[in-house]
C-alpha cells in the first residue's frame, strides 16, 4: 500500500527495546485503589455509591454526566473508603474528586450486562454499550469513545483507522498487546467497523514493530476488509491526522476532524477494551502499562487494575535504581511530570517513566540562532520560532495570527532546538492565553447584548408611557369638548 | 522526591547545542583555511590568530558590560566563528590592526550592540569586512601571489610576524584579484579574452592555488566543507543551491549575449569569495530567513545581486554588499514568505474539501 509523505517529523530514539521484548505481567492486587471520577475529556463522573459500601468488581460507582463524559467502575470487590478529593496524577497536583477503595481480595465479579450478539446488535446498541462500559481513547487522549462511535450518523464515513503507531518512545504497551491479544483486539476492530458501518479498516503499525505486524497480519490474513500496513517510524506519525495523511494522502482541514474525510481513527488498546465490553459485558477497568526508563530496576508491560497507585507499579517493577531526574506519565514527548508517587493509574495512562540525567537532558536556554531545525521539523508547517518570538513579547494575537492555535504540542521543535529553548511550554501558554481572552471577549459580548436588549426594552417601556400619556390627552381634550369640563387634573395623576 | 516545576514536555532531547554547531562550522571550515595557510604562510596564520584572539576579547568585554554569564555566551563559539570568517576573507598579509578593527567591528558594532547571539541583522563578519573596505581600500585590495609555506621563497615564522606589524618589507609580487583586474582591464577596453589569457587557469582557480584573501580560495574545499555541514543536518541546502543557480545563470545569459564583455559562470563561481560566502555566510542562520521557501528566495536575491554589483558596481569583489543587503530583505521575506499550515491554504484559511479530495 503506498505510505503518502507527511511534513516534518522527527526520528526519535526510541528507547523501546527495554521492554518491548517483556510479556505482560498481570499485577498483584494493591492495598488500595485511588479511582479519579475524572478520566477523561468532559465531564466528570457522578458518584453513586457511598462511603463504607462495598462494591463489586465491574460494578458502576459514577455515572457519566452530560453529552461528554463517561461513567467510572469498580475495578475490584472491596469497600469504599473515601470519597474526596485527591491529588490527580497531572503535574500540578491538584486534587479530583476521587473515590478511594480498599480491595478486599475475593475480586467478586458484580453482574455484568449480556455480551451482544455481533450479529444482531445495531450501531446505537454498540456505541452504547461501549458508552456504558466507560471506554475512552487509550492512546491518552482520552475521549470518550462512544462519541467516536456514533459518527457514523452525521458523517459519510468509508474507513476505520486503528492507531498502533505508538510514536511516543518508550512506550511498548500496543506493542505487546497486538502480539499477545492479537484475536481479541481484531474482534475489538470488527465491532467497531460494524459500529461505524464502514466496509474496511486499515491497522497502522510503525516499521519499529515487527512483530506485532506480523501478528497482526497473520490474524486478518483471512479478512480481506482489514489490512495491515506498516508506516514509518517517524514522530509523530501517531497523531490521528496525521496518520490519516500518511494513510489517505487527504489532509483534514485546520479546525475540522478526520471525520470530514470519511475516516474515524480508534487506538488499539480501545479496540481491546471494545471487545471485552462487547463480548464479556466487563467495563474498562484495567489497562496495560508500560514502565520503564532507566531509573528503574526491573522496566515491563503490566496489566494494572485503574486506580493503582503509580508508587505500587514502581515497587512491583524492582523499585528505581537511584533517584529519578523526571518522573513521567505517558511517553517522554508530550507525557506529564507526576507531582508524587501516590497519584493513580488512569485509563489514560500508557506509561510511567522513571528518566535518569541522560534521558532527560536538562540544559541551559540560549537565545534563538534562527537555525530553522524547529521549522523543518514541525508537522504542522508552523514557525516555531516566529511564535515564540512573538510570545515573549507578550503578542499572543500575533502569534495566533501564524496559527499557534494550529500547533498540536507534539514537541517535535523542542525536541530539536540546539539552543533548548521550552518552546511548547511557550505554545501551550499562549493557546491558554488565547482561551482566556475568547472567554472574556464572549463574555463582553453577551454583557453587552444583555445591555443592549434592557435599553431597547426601556426604551419600549418610555414609548409605551408616551403613548399612554398622549393617548389620555387626547382622551381629556375629548371629555373636556365634550363635558365642557375639566378631567385634566386627575387623568394627570393617573400617569405620574 | 525533589519538586520539578510544571512545564511542558519533551522531556527528551536531541543531542544538540549552538556550541556544537559552531564547533562543527569550524570543523568544516578547517580544511580551506589550513590550506590558506600553507598557500600563504606565517603572515596569514598570524593575522588569523590576532583577529579570532581580538575578537573574544571583545566579547568578553561586551558580556562584562552588558552583564551577561561569561561561561555561557563568551565559549558558545559564535565570536571566534565570526572572527574566522572575517580573517580568512582578508587579504592574507594584510597588517595586524586590520585585524584587530575588523574583530571590533564584527563583535562590538555587527553583534553585541544589537544585543548579542542571534540578535543582529546583518552579518556580523561582513559589516566588519564592508566597513574595512570603504575605510582601507588599500591594505583591503593588497592581494599576493601565493608562496607556499615551507617553500624557499617563504617568509620566516619571525618574517611573518616583521610583514603583520609592518617592521620589515618583504619581496612578495603583489596582485589583484582576478574580479578586480577584469574589472579594472575591461575599463581600460581590454578584450575579456585577453585579461583571461595571463590570468585564468581554471584548475588552480578550483583547487585556490590562486590570488586570493586566507580561505576564500579553494572552491574545492569549500564546497567539501559546505557539503558536510548540509549531511549533518548543521544547514540546509536551500540558500548554497539558489544562489549557485541563480548566479550561474545570469552568468552564462549574459556571456552568451556577448563574451567579450561578461567572463563565464566559472569565474563567477569558482573565484573571489563566492563559494565561502554561499556556503558560510549566506547560511548564517540567524540573517537568512527562517523557512524553506523563503531561504529560496533568499539565495535567488543574492545570486542576481552578486552579479549586479560585480558587473555593473563599482566593487569587483561583491559578494560582501551582496550579503548586507540580502540581510536587510530577510525580515521581508519572513514576512511574506510562509509555509502552508497542514489543513489550511496558503492565505491561512481551512481548505475546503471538495477543492481538495
Redesign the interface.
Known sequence: MEIFNIQGGAKLNGHKSLTADLEIITTPMPDILHIPLQQHIGAPAEPIVNHGDRVLKGQLIATSKGLISAPVHAPTSGIVKRIGDFPAPHPSGLPVLTLTLEPDGLNEWAALPEPLDIETATSQEIADRVSQSGIVGMGGATFPSAVKLNLGQRYKLEMLVINGAECEPYLTCDDRLMQERTEKTVMGIRVMMKALNVPKALIAIEANKPHAFKAMEEECANDDNINIVNVPARYPMGSEKHLVQALTGKETPAKGMTADLGVVVHNVATAFAVYEAIYLGRPLISRIVTVSGQAINKPGNYDTLIGTPVSSLIALSGGMSSEPKQLLMGGPMMGQPLPNLDVPIIKGSSGILALIDTETIDQDVMPCIGCGSCVMVCPVALLPLDMASRIQHEDMDGADSIGVRDCVSCGSCNYVCPSHIPLVQYFNHAKGRLKEQDIDRRNQDRMKDLAQKRASRDEKTLLALEQKRADREAYNAAMTKMDGKGHGTDNEMDIK | ??Y?P?????????????R??MLLVMAALTPATAYGFYLFGWPAIILFSITLGSAFIFEVMCLLLAKRSIT?YAF?G?AILTAWLLAISLPPWAPWWIGVIGAAIAIILGKQVFG????NVFNPAMVARVALLISFPLQMTTYMQPIPLFSSAAPSFMEGVGIIFGTSSFDAVSSASLLSTIKTDLGQGIALGEIMAGQYIPSDWILGNSVSSIGEGSALLLIAGGIFLIFG?I??WYIPVSTIIALGLMATLFNIIDPSQYPDAMVHLFSGATMLVVFFIATD????P???KG?IVFGIGLGLLVYIIRTWAAYPEGMSFAILLMNAMTPLI?RYV???????TQK?D????SE??
Do not use: C, E, H
Open positions: 522526591m525533589t520539578i510544571p512545564m511542558s514536555g519533551p522531556y527528551m532531547r536531541k543531542n544538540k547545542s549552538v556544537r554547531s555561557m558558545d559564535s548579542g547571539l542571534g540578535q543536518r544547514m540546509t542562520p540567524v540573517t537568512s527562517m523557512s524553506p531561504q519572513d510562509r509555509p502552508r499550515i497542514f489543513g489550511r491561512g481551512p481548505i475546503k474539501l481538495k479530495a
